[in-house]
């Protein structure tokens, strides 16, 4: 199963973005589903995650701005970001989580300017 995730790009603060990411395969609907970035020089964190039953956690940091949801049917999950500021840069990981495995996208950049 591989993951691709899409949506990054460059924006303004306080502008938006979408992010989706889609599994190639077949996953149990019990999966765990989770948005994470790696800023420069930083050490990989949670942003966000989404169990199957819809209950979402998420960072401090982003709690009120961005929103996790998912598509069982599609095996995707997208990540809603509002109000984006420049510490918001990073390169963002989608992750699919499961006893039995543990997948993890590509990496998609988003860019924030001031």
């Known amino acids: 199963v591989q993951l691709q995730a899409s949506g990054g790009g460059l924006v303004q603060a306080g502008g938006s973005l979408r992010l989706s990411c889609a599994a190639s395969?077949?996953?149990?609907?019990?999966?765990?589903m989770g948005w994470y970035r790696q800023a420069p020089g930083k050490q990989r964190e949670l942003v966000a995650t989404i169990t199957s039953g819809g209950s979402t956690n998420y960072a401090a940091s982003v709690k009120g701005r961005f929103t996790i949801s998912r598509d069982n049917a599609k095996n995707t999950v997208y990540l809603q970001m509002n109000s984006l500021k420049p510490e918001d840069t990073a390169v963002y990981y989608c992750?699919?989580?499961?006893?039995?495995?543990?997948?993890w996208g590509q990496g998609t950049l988003v860019t924030v300017s001031s």
């Open positions: 992750n699919f989580r499961h006893a039995w495995y543990d997948y």
């Open positions: 395969g077949s996953i149990f609907s019990s999966t765990v």
